[in-house]
């Protein structure tokens, strides 16, 4: 007869046979979801826990089960855990384990639990806490820009549209865009995060179980608020897995276009910014260079956190319920996803924190007067002109201009048409009128600025 220390015990009951060595590199999991632990230990005491208030187990059993996790917690910890050739995945790693060191009392740990239930409520504590980890970097990014639009209140900096001058801005109004990004990131996160509310244990393999669980009690000990209401989806759902991816892509998208603009700023052509030297290399061969490695892998990140959520709708696609094996691939890409935005989340704060700014530089590139183009239509505009046709007229002073070599402040009284008066138009080129003008809610006018940088602040808060 096997005792309970025989690791027979733990292999497929149907299969006699050993398995294809190739087949388990296939089918263990244990290499990636090891990091699971914390999780399937917290929820393996609360479950022994119910079962001994159930009656289910003896409460002797369930000292024992509640001694050798603790064991069990500290080799985990440790790095001491004596992992064995047979433990497909984290699970049976950890029962194995417990029932080497509790004896026949461990074998009841798995009473009125199946891998099926226990694996899902792994995923949902771990993409509660990804979730939250996530959404506080986010917020200490967001913060970061915050301070750095109130370090760079009033500094111009042309904005642009097809990556040409469009219309001057001030540095702060451009910041605090990314901060607006990220507070919706932020929103997202706390979605995927509610997403995880349904405890899935207790569903069993996929129709209940026939013992009266407690699945109130083992929800409140986790930090679920509910219990998931279908057996059959609770063994099935991974929607908060791709709820996080999706938060995740979005943000990382978000991430690819600070750092993008970071390489353009950094750059001798435009030179609106210095990068942190711990945030920067050195070329190998050319000594005058300060590569923005970072801010370039920012941009390059965010596809493959993109192609994770991409796979796990094709994993999880026309997949039959309940549980199948298809469900184990969701770990790799959540993982990765995860650990890249928050890598991400951190370079990104470290460049915003430490990037120097060129007043000179900036003021310079906002400064040419065909960026206030705009303005001097409205001024047509103001005098009665329809949008189109001053858009035509500015066109064509835009074209005189550049053709002559010259700014159109420089354009003489008899090149402009009426109605427009040479001092008016001096007055809307001068560089703080463009600025100063755009004065409706969410303009780039200092007022405005200042307002909603108040806005986000408090938003964070
Ligand atoms: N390692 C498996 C996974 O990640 C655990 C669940 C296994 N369940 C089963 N019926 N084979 O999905």
């Known amino acids: 007869m ?14 006699a046979a050993e398995p294809d060595a190739d087949f388990k590199a296939l089918n263990d999991s244990l290499a990636f979801d090891v990091r699971l632990w914390p999780f399937d230990v917290a929820q393996s005491r609360a479950h022994a826990r119910m079962l001994a208030a159930q009656g289910i187990v003896e409460e002797a059993d369930r000292d024992a089960i509640l001694a050798a996790l603790d064991r069990v917690e500290t080799e ?27 004896g026949p009392a ?72 990314y901060a607006w990004m990220l507070l919706r990131d932020r929103e997202r996160l706390a979605f995927a995060a509610d997403q995880t509310r349904a405890l899935p244990l207790g569903a069993g393999a996929l129709a209940g179980v026939s013992f009266a669980t407690d699945r109130v009690a083992v929800a409140s000990e986790l930090g679920f608020a509910e219990v998931a209401p279908n057996s059959i989806d609770a063994v099935s759902n991974r929607d908060f897995v791709l709820d996080l991816l999706h938060a995740a892509s979005t943000c990382a998208t978000h991430l690819s276009r600070l750092g993008a603009e970071l ?44 192609g994770h959520l991409a796979a796990l709708h094709g994993v999880f696609h026309a997949l039959p319920l309940t549980y199948n ?41 906002a400064g040419d007067d065909l960026i206030a183009a ?18 035509g ?24 048409p009426p109605p427009l008066d040479h001092a008016e138009v001096a007055e809307i080129l001068r560089p703080a009128a463009w600025l100063e003008s755009k004065v409706s809610e969410g ?10 940088l108040e806005c986000a602040r408090a938003a964070l808060a």
């Not at 096997?2 to 009951?13: C, E, G, L, Q, V």
């Not at 705009?374 to 858009?391: I, K, M, N, Q, S």
């Open 106 to 177: 461990g074998g009841r740990l798995h009473t009125a639990r199946s891998r099926n239930d226990q694996v899902a409520t792994d995923m949902a504590l771990f993409v509660r806490e990804a979730a939250g980890r996530a959404g506080e970097l986010v917020t200490d990014l967001a913060t970061a820009l915050v301070d750095a639009a109130q370090r760079h209140l009033d500094w111009p900096l042309p904005g642009y549209t097809h990556l040409q001058r469009g219309q001057p801005v001030y540095l702060s109004h451009h910041l605090l865009a």
């Open 2 to 15: 096997s005792t309970p220390h025989d690791p027979a015990r733990f292999s497929a009951a149907r299969t």
């Open 325 to 365: 094996k298809d469900l184990q691939e969701d770990k790799e890409h959540l993982f990765d996803a995860v650990d890249t935005l928050e890598l991400c989340l951190v370079a990104a704060r470290g460049m915003v924190e430490g990037a120097r700014f060129d007043r000179e530089r900036m003021a310079a590139a």
């Open 263 to 306: 390489v353009l700023w950094s750059s001798s052509e435009f030179g609106f910014c210095e990068l942190p030297d711990a945030w920067t290399s050195g070329s190998s061969i050319m000594p005058q260079k300060k590569n923005p490695d970072a801010a370039e892998l920012l941009r390059a990140k965010a596809p493959r956190v993109v």
């Open 393 to 416: 007229v500015v066109a064509g002073l835009a074209r005189t201009a550049i053709q002559s070599g010259r700014t159109l402040a420089q354009l003489g009284p008899d090149e402009l």
């Open 76 to 102: 985990l910890q440790a790095g001491s855990f004596p992992f064995a050739p047979g433990d497909e995945d984290v699970h049976m790693a950890i029962e194995r384990r417990v029932t080497e060191l509790a």
């Open 374 to 391: 705009t303005d001097l239509a409205d001024l047509l505009v103001r005098h009665g002109v329809p949008f189109r046709e001053a858009h």
């Open 443 to 452: 303009g780039t006018a200092l007022s405005r600025v200042r307002e909603q």
